[in-house]
Each structure stands twice: as C-alpha cells, then as structure tokens.
C-alpha cells in the first residue's frame, strides 16, 4: 500500500498534505483511505488507520513522529472518513476476504 510506503520512508507529509489536502485532488475524485493490505500481523488485513494506529502504540518511530502522526490520523478520519478494518461493514468485509481466496 502506497501510504504505509510513505510512512515507512518518512514522507507522509508530502503525501497527504501536499497531495490529499492541498488540492491535487478535488472534490470530485475520489481517494480510498480504506483500500484494504494484508500487511497486519500474520498477513491480516488492515487500512492505514490500522497501520497508523500499530506506529503509535508501539511509537516506532519516536514521540515526535507519534505526535505528528497522531494530528494525521485525526484529519483522515474528519477529512476521509478513514476507518479501521473492523469498522467497515461486513459486506465491506467480505469483500477483501473473497478478493484474497480468488488469489
């Protein structure tokens, strides 16, 4: 997932602030927050609320990052409607998991 990517290599700003709230993208696209990896522990599958949610509590990258990425995570959810894996629907759901037994 290109968000965990931006995260793991220190550039999340310039993703989501220059990209997603500054207006490179408008009104009318539309950006799935909640496209679904199987990156989790032991290949579950998680949004990147859920991967956001595992760098702050284990603070992966120092208290500072946690801090800034602790306002990030704040405005996905306002901005984006960003959910974790077990807030979507079961449909939703449901989904993902036949998109995995397809593979």
Known sequence: NYMQYAFDKGVQNSLFYDLF???????????????????????????????????????KYGSAFTKEIKRLREELVADFEAKKFKQLSKIEQHRYYQQLASK
């Open 21 to 59: 709230f500054d207006g490179l993208y408008d009104d009318e696209e539309y950006i799935d927050v909640n496209a679904v990896s199987y990156t989790g522990p032991n290949n579950t599958p998680e949004t990147v609320l859920d991967y956001i949610d595992n760098i702050i509590k284990t603070n």
